[in-house]
């Protein structure tokens, strides 16, 4: 199976922030790498699909990037609706795989 | 409206069963592929079952194979977890969510299994 390692898992930051969450593959996986934010109580939501490509309606302060094992998803000037948990997941191969989640919290 | 709704979780004794669905309204069932993600109290996402659009090829996960049943019915929109043998460790919030390309595009808000004596 491929292992996905997030770091760190949390993270404190304040309005504004540029915030930076990585993602560590145990195997080459291209770009089939996804990014989901999850808020208290609810389901993850897709923000970030084939490492880079962002969904629809996602703000453009969101965005994606890396190759092979290392990924990377940073909001570049964080809002209050941002702080949440945010999970990396691969797409290259069954079983699919989640890392750990990064918690976004204020500083 | 775009939407996925799960329904059929509660309270159930370890070594029970219990049967999940999962109904899509608002967009063609047929051209997206299915799962079932679950995640226990305060822990992460784990992704447990896959069914294609016909429903005729399933993958699941080592955790749940051989205990949980994945189907399909294109007919009601509808996918189904049948759970066996539950465990304890089977305690977790469920969600479905559509994919095509695989990634999780859609989500439900999910339905509570706890598995308790």
């Known amino acids: 199976d491929i292992q996905m390692t997030q770091s760190p898992s949390s993270v404190s930051a304040s309005v504004g922030d540029r915030v930076t969450l990585s993602c560590r593959a145990s195997?080459?996986?291209?770009?089939?790498v996804a990014w989901y934010q999850q808020k208290p109580g609810k389901a993850p939501e897709l923000l970030i699909s084939a490492a880079s490509s962002s969904q629809t309606g996602v703000p453009s302060r969101f965005s994606g990037s890396g190759s092979g094992t290392d990924f990377t998803l940073t909001i570049s000037r964080l809002q209050p609706e941002d702080f949440a948990i945010y999970y990396c997941q691969q797409a290259k191969s069954f079983p699919f795989t989640f890392g750990g989640g990064t918690r976004v919290d204020v500083k | 409206e775009v939407q996925l709704v799960e329904s059929g979780g509660g309270l159930v004794q370890p070594g029970g069963s219990l049967r999940l669905s999962c109904a899509a309204s608002?967009?063609?069932?047929?051209?997206?592929?299915m799962n079932w993600v679950r995640q226990a109290p305060g822990k992460g996402l784990e992704w447990i079952a896959y069914s294609s659009v016909s429903g005729n090829t399933i993958y699941d996960a080592v955790s749940v194979r051989g205990r949980f049943t994945m189907s399909r019915d294109n007919a009601k929109n509808s996918v189904y977890l049948q759970m066996d043998s539950l465990r304890a460790e089977d305690t977790s919030k469920y969600f479905c969510a559509r994919s095509r390309g695989d990634y999780f595009d859609l989500w439900g808000q999910g339905t509570l299994v706890t598995v308790s004596s």
């Open positions: 195997h080459d996986i291209d770009r089939w």
């Open positions: 608002g967009f063609t069932f047929t051209s997206y592929e």
